[in-house]
T-cell receptor, first 113, second 116 residues
């Protein structure tokens, strides 16, 4: 069974640029959730995708957008990067059933200069 | 909106001893799920244990157990026979069972240090 994978591991961008982060869900999982974890904080929910549609969104501006593909992998896109976007971005996959646990990938560390 | 509070930013314990990490939460829902995740320096969030609110019995996974007090909205994690590999950030998390609202709400975390 393949776990959740994310790419890239680290990324450095400049303020105003755009970034795309990628996530491959665990085998058999059809739901992907994205979280932002600032340094020293707990993760904050960005949004969730189920069968290629957004299925819940946290308190993040529209410049945070996502996609889910037919193979259930997902992308997180952030436009017009700001310094405060520097964080660890975590992807988690699960089955879309109310009792299912979310399993996390290793994260992408984004630094915005 | 649900909130999760971890009041202990840091804890330390001697190897082989027992430590308890605290977590309280606020919700108006009667059914929900609670989790403890561990985040070592490698950054990957690892599930330690989960508890369904409708179950009265406290969850146990080997050396890890919880004390779930639904009325008090308290969900503490007990680690027995602490090992050096237990050193990590520990996060308590809440999840609603409602479709479309199955996000995890995390606490601020507790950094656990194991002293040899």
């Amino acid at each position: 069974e393949t776990g959740v994978t994310q790419s890239p591991t680290h990324l450095i961008k400049t303020r105003g640029q755009q970034v795309t982060l990628r996530c491959s869900s665990q085998s058999g999982h059809n739901t992907v959730s994205w979280y932002q974890q600032a340094l020293g904080q707990g993760p904050q929910f960005i949004f969730q995708y189920y069968r290629e549609e957004e299925n819940g969104r946290g308190n993040f501006p529209p410049r945070f957008s996502g996609l889910q593909f037919p193979n259930y992998s997902s992308e997180l896109n952030v436009n017009a990067l700001e310094l405060d976007d520097s964080a660890l971005y975590l992807c988690a996959s699960s089955l879309q059933m109310s009792q299912e646990t979310q399993y996390f990938g290793p994260g992408t560390r984004l630094l915005v200069l | 909106a649900q909130t999760v509070t971890q009041s202990q930013p840091e804890m330390s314990v001697q190897e082989a001893e027992t430590v308890t990490l605290s977590c309280t939460y606020d919700t108006s829902e009667s059914d929900y799920y609670l989790f403890w995740y561990k985040q070592p320096p490698s950054r990957q969030m690892i599930l330690v244990i989960r508890q369904e609110a409708y179950k009265q019995q406290n969850a146990t996974e080997n050396r890890f157990s919880v004390n779930f007090q639904k009325a008090a909205k308290s969900f503490s994690l007990k680690i027995s026979d602490s090992q050096l590999g237990d050193a990590a950030m520990y996060f308590c998390a809440y999840r609603s069972p409602i479709q479309g609202a199955q996000k995890l709400v995390f606490g601020q975390g507790t950094r656990l240090t194991i002293n040899p």
